[in-house]
């Protein structure tokens, strides 16, 4: 009965270590997560901007000129 025992407080170390480990496993996924939205929208604003600023050259280039 003792082995028993021993045998399931091992594994109940062992499980608790797992869980500790998926939890910050889980909190890493969580920041990178959170940190690629943060960069995504950074990016969107640029190539917004970006586009805006082709669009507005393009249309001006037409207007100095006449042609594209």
Excluded: P, W
């Amino acid at each position: 009965m003792a082995e028993k025992s021993c045998k399931c407080v091992e594994k109940i170390k062992d499980l608790k270590n797992e869980i500790n480990r998926l939890t910050e496993q889980s909190s890493n996924y969580e920041i990178i997560s959170s940190s690629h939205k943060k960069l995504n929208g950074e990016l969107q604003t640029k190539l917004t901007a970006a586009e805006k600023k082709i669009k507005d050259f393009e249309e001006n280039y037409i207007k100095i000129d006449g042609k594209k």
